[in-house]
């Protein structure tokens, strides 16, 4: 009974329905659902593309594992550290680095920025080399040779790889006492700009440089570090490797992941993706009041039909399972054409780039094969639904007149 009841709701589906006004309706269902759910695909997949391109501009701001002090800036031991780290057989490279503000002054601009000490090993472990637009990345022959991004260096005007042009950092000098002299304010030091790589939220106002730099600057003794930056040979060992540092490295250690790192960043990101799911979710939750008007239309032209079904005995179940599956016929027919329409629109993006989120920038698409379960849970939990509910007539709406 239950194939019979499946067939006549293919029937209904398919074939020429009684009224122009039921097809229309019916066809109309299907295409209200087909672009919904093409819409909820396509900004998902953007979603997945933005999530995966904000792991490669941060990626060359935070490692695996980042290593700091707990009780201060600077890292006391790092010989011995260094040591541990060099016989770990997870890690593939590390490196130091420095990190305070400064103040930068090129002729008559001045500007605030981030100055990055970092040692040779760096690029091993975050390769922002591989970003550099013009010129090229320090050689670390000279402590004063610097990388810049490309904003700040475009606000202060400093011509790039160019020998005869020099901007200055300052870095205030802690203490108390009598001011004496312009020495005793800060620690300055002219930098030759070698080459430029493009900004974004987590770069902005960065200067990468020499440790050296950093370390003249702050005064600190040679091998310092305010942390320590790893690389893992499998990123996906990060949380074994982690626990396995802590408990080799002793007191006074703190380690993050990126993850950690960018704790408040990626909870950004996530809440957006959530509030942009309920939105399209609640998109096509009224999509299928256009289901709900499908089903009640063609009960009521159908309504002869089932009386005589009735009458030869098909039960009252059955044929209530009939208006159900024409409901999940209509859902399931909607979902495949929207997903399918959704990825062509993903893959017409991904080669063409037509649309952008700047000049330069196209909008980053991914296909994900969650996003299509996604989409489609969503779709069949309100399609199924509402045609349920609204496929529950009671026998004597079809036997009165």
Excluded at 82 to 97: A, G, M, P, Q
Aim: proline share 3%; net charge positive; glycine share 6%.
């Amino acid at each position: 009974m239950k194939n019979i009841a499946f067939y006549i709701a293919s029937r209904y589906l398919l074939s020429k329905k009684g009224s122009t006004a039921v097809t229309f309706i019916t066809w109309l269902s299907v295409g209200a659902m087909s672009v919904a759910v093409t819409a909820m695909f396509v900004i998902i997949s953007v979603f997945s593309g933005l999530e995966d391109l904000n792991k490669d501009l941060i990626s060359n701001l935070h490692a695996d594992l980042t290593i700091k002090s707990t009780t201060g800036k600077t890292i006391d031991h790092f010989t011995k550290i260094s040591s541990i780290l060099s016989k770990n057989k997870d890690i593939s490279s590390f490196s130091r680095v420095i990190e305070e503000k400064v103040y930068i002054k090129y002729g008559e601009k001045g500007d605030i920025a981030y100055l990055r000490g970092v040692d040779s090993a760096y690029t091993k472990v975050n390769p922002i080399d591989k970003s550099i637009f013009f010129g090229k990345y320090p050689s670390f022959q000279y402590s004063n040779e610097v990388l810049m991004e490309n904003s700040l260096d475009n606000r202060l005007s400093i011509p790039v790889d160019t020998a005869n042009y020099y901007a200055t950092v300052f870095m205030p000098k802690p203490g108390t006492g009598i001011i004496t002299k312009e020495e005793d304010i800060y620690n300055k030091k002219d930098i030759l700009v070698t080459g430029l790589f493009p900004g974004n939220e987590q770069l902005n106002n960065y200067i990468i440089a020499p440790v050296e730099l950093a370390e003249e600057l702050l005064a600190l003794p040679k091998k310092s570090a305010y942390q320590i930056v790893i690389k893992l040979k499998n990123p996906e060992n990060t949380e074994a490797v982690k626990q396995n540092l802590l408990s080799s490295l002793g007191k006074n250690i703190e380690i993050k992941t990126k993850q950690e790192e960018n704790a408040a960043f990626w909870k950004m990101i996530n809440t957006e993706k959530l509030f942009i799911y309920l939105i399209f979710a609640l998109v096509i939750f009224i999509t299928t009041f256009n289901l709900a008007g499908a089903i009640i239309i063609l009960q009521l032209d159908k309504k002869q039909q089932a009386k005589s079904l009735i009458s030869l005995g098909f039960p009252l179940g059955h044929l209530r399972d009939v208006y159900f599956y024409t409901g999940i016929l209509i859902v399931i027919l909607g979902i495949i054409t929207g997903l399918i329409i959704g990825t062509i629109l993903c893959y017409f993006q991904l080669y063409t780039g037509i649309f952008r989120a700047n000049a330069t920038l196209p909008f980053p698409v991914k296909l994900v094969g969650k996003n299509y379960l996604i989409v489609a849970a969503t779709a069949c939990v309100f399609g199924f639904g509402i045609s349920w509910f609204f496929s529950k007539i009671s026998k004597e709406y079809i036997t009165k007149n």
